[in-house]
């Protein structure tokens, strides 16, 4: 079953098929840790339940884990997006049938990896970049040469028909059709409940907040944001699926300038759990280690500006609603962000 979704003006391409071939699993030395925050993936064994970040080597098989993403589509009445010349079914193929042979026996846990290349206007890929590595080098390697390697594709046009590059990101995700997410586990003490570490911290220093921009191609960028928690300070993970108010999130103002993606990446990646107290009294994802964020930014004008933006979170257990504005400009081509009126 094929299936493409538009998410914020991004094409993802999922193909979904089942899982075959040999499963290859992780060696069952060592437990995973019982502490929430604490957990190594490749100290698990074959039976072990764990969510992403981290990928169940087996997932290679299957068709559903490969996805292609137009990081920006061509939107103007006219223009069209590039396209693999055989058909999503066919793309996926190629990269699977590339990716299945170097997933060895024994390889252990993966991180989901991305990389990030551009289709020019002749059709083929180029401007390769390994933005997030497997955590396997030599898996990392032959992801790019399946990207390089790939057949000519059709190139994007503009309104006037003419052929232009196109930017794109292929990842691996944990989605094979036989793998389910794991229960949330309940917290037998409340995150609430948990002793602070240093109360004169958490009360008057909860956390540092650092953030700069890296860029990653033309007209593409990483905004790369650092939470440091002090004295056993926490705050809501953007990754919680329910809503809350003080959840940790970033936004620009609305302009033509730049565009902020909502995908983001969580290092390390929260889990979810079931909090009991009554502030929660159901699932959440507690962020309560230092943490960094990278979210994509994509500029779209070469002229001078200067636009506003903010963090919001609700740190705990101080519990104030934290606002954090910074400024981004462009000068002469060159990208800067700041904090601003801090």
């Not at 994007?156 to 793998?179: I, M, P, S, Y």
């Not at 909090?275 to 960094?292: A, C, K, L, Y």
């Amino acid at each position: 079953m094929k299936a493409t979704t538009i998410i914020g003006g991004v094409t993802v391409i999922l193909v979904a098929g089942a899982l075959v071939g040999t499963i290859v699993h992780s060696s069952d030395e060592g437990a995973a840790q019982a502490a929430i925050t604490v957990f190594d993936p490749f100290a698990a064994g074959h039976g072990a339940m764990v969510q992403e970040p981290w990928l169940n080597p087996s997932v290679f098989h299957s068709d559903k884990a490969y996805m292609v993403a137009a990081i920006a589509s061509q939107t103007d009445a006219g223009a069209s997006d590039a396209s693999f010349i055989g058909g999503d079914d066919r793309l996926v193929a190629h990269l699977k049938e590339r990716m299945v042979p170097h997933v060895v026996a024994g390889i252990g846990w993966l991180k989901p990896p991305v990389v990030h290349f551009v289709v020019d206007e002749q059709g083929a890929a180029t401007r390769l970049q390994l933005v997030k590595t497997s955590g396997n080098e030599d898996l990392d390697a032959q992801l790019l040469r399946a990207v390089s390697g790939m057949p000519r594709w059709n190139p994007a046009e503009d309104a006037g028909g003419r052929t232009v590059a196109q930017a794109f990101e292929f990842k691996v995700v944990q989605a094979a059709c036989d793998q389910q997410a794991p229960a949330a586990p309940t917290l037998k003490v409340s995150m609430y409940d948990v002793p602070l570490t240093d109360r004169e911290a958490a009360m008057k220093h909860p956390y540092d907040i650092e953030f700069e921009l890296k860029q990653t191609g033309a007209g593409m960028y990483t905004l790369i944001t650092t939470m440091k928690l002090h004295g056993g300070s926490f705050y809501v993970s953007p990754n919680a699926r329910r809503d809350f108010k003080g959840k940790f999130h970033v936004e620009v103002a609305n302009h033509d300038h730049l565009v902020l993606e909502d995908g983001f990446a969580e290092t390390p990646r929260s889990m979810e759990v079931v909090d009991p107290h009554p502030f929660i009294d159901g699932t959440v994802n507690w962020v309560n280690v230092d943490t960094r964020f990278e979210h994509m930014l994509t500029v779209n004008s070469s002229e001078d500006f200067e636009i506003g933006g903010k963090y919001r979170f609700t740190i705990e257990p101080k519990c104030t609603l934290e606002e954090v504005p910074f400024i981004i400009r462009q000068r002469a081509g060159v990208l800067t962000i700041e904090k601003w009126k801090c």
